[in-house]
C-alpha cells in the first residue's frame, strides 16, 4: 500500500516559535494532499487542502497566516505553525490522496507548546 | 455539510467473537467512504475503501458495507482478536465520525 511519512514525529518548542512540519509521500506522487488537527477524544478536524503548484485552501476559521502550507513537490507538503503558543498544541495528521480519491495517512505529529 | 456518527462510541467484547461497528452519514451523494482504525498516538491505517458505485468491500475478517440510499455504512469484523483493539474511525476528505473505541479481551 502507499506510504505517507511525517517528521517530526514529535516537538516540543517555546511559545512563539515557529515549526515545520513536513509529509511526504514515499512510493506515489500526490498532487492533492490534506493536513488535519485531532484533539483528544476527537475526530479529525480538516485544516486545509494543499495542492501542488498553487495555494493551499483552508477550512473555515483556519488562519492562514497561522499555519503556512507549502507543497513544494509531488511528494512533499510542509505546515508551519508559526508564532506557536500553547493553544496550537494538538497531533496534526497528514494525508495524500491516491486513486479513486483513496485517502492515505501519515502517522502523526505531536506538538507541545510550552 | 456531510456530518458523520459513528455509533457505538466504545465496544468491549471477548476474543472470537465477531462484532460490527456503525457509521450514519447524512449527505447520500457521498463519492466514496473509507474504514480506518488508528491506535493511541499513531495515525490512521486504511482498512477498506468503498467507492460509490459498491456495495461492500472485504479485506481478510474485514467487511464493509455501504447503503447510499439510507446513509449507514457497517464494519464486520470476524472473530475478533485483541490485536483488533484501536480505535474505528469512517469517512472521507473532509468529514470523519468520532470513531468507535473497541477492546478485545483476550
Known amino acids: 500500500g502507499a506510504v505517507v511519512s511525517q517528521h517530526p514525529s514529535w516537538v516540543i518548542c517555546k511559545s512563539g516559535t515557529s515549526v515545520k512540519i513536513e509529509c511526504r509521500s514515499l512510493?506515489?506522487?500526490?498532487?492533492?494532499m490534506f493536513w488535519y488537527r485531532q484533539f483528544p477524544k476527537q475526530s479529525l478536524m480538516l485544516m486545509a487542502t494543499s495542492n501542488e503548484g498553487s495555494k493551499a485552501t483552508y477550512e473555515q476559521g483556519v488562519e492562514k497566516d497561522k499555519f503556512l502550507i507549502n507543497h513544494a513537490s509531488l511528494t512533499l507538503s510542509t505546515l508551519t505553525v508559526t508564532s506557536a503558543h500553547p493553544e496550537d498544541s494538538s497531533f496534526y495528521i497528514c494525508?495524500?490522496?491516491?486513486?479513486?480519491?483513496?485517502?492515505?495517512f501519515g502517522p502523526g505529529t505531536r506538538l507541545t507548546v510550552l | 455539510k456531510q456530518e458523520v456518527t459513528q455509533i457505538p462510541a466504545a465496544l468491549s467484547v471477548p476474543e472470537g467473537e465477531n462484532l460490527v461497528l456503525n457509521c450514519s452519514f447524512t449527505?447520500?451523494?457521498?463519492?466514496?467512504l473509507q474504514w480506518f482504525r488508528q491506535d493511541p498516538g499513531k495515525g490512521l491505517t486504511s482498512l477498506l475503501l468503498?467507492?460509490?458505485?459498491?456495495r461492500e468491500q472485504t479485506s481478510g475478517r474485514l467487511n464493509a458495507s455501504l447503503d447510499k440510499s439510507s446513509g449507514r455504512s457497517t464494519l464486520y469484523i470476524a472473530a475478533s482478536q485483541p490485536g483488533d483493539s484501536a480505535t474505528y474511525l469512517c469517512g472521507q476528505k473532509v468529514t470523519f465520525g468520532t470513531g468507535t473505541k473497541l477492546q478485545v479481551i483476550p
Open positions: 468503498i467507492q460509490s458505485s459498491q
Open positions: 494525508s495524500a490522496g491516491g486513486a479513486y480519491n483513496e485517502q492515505f
Open positions: 449527505d447520500s451523494a457521498i463519492y466514496n
Open positions: 512510493d506515489f506522487q500526490a498532487t492533492t
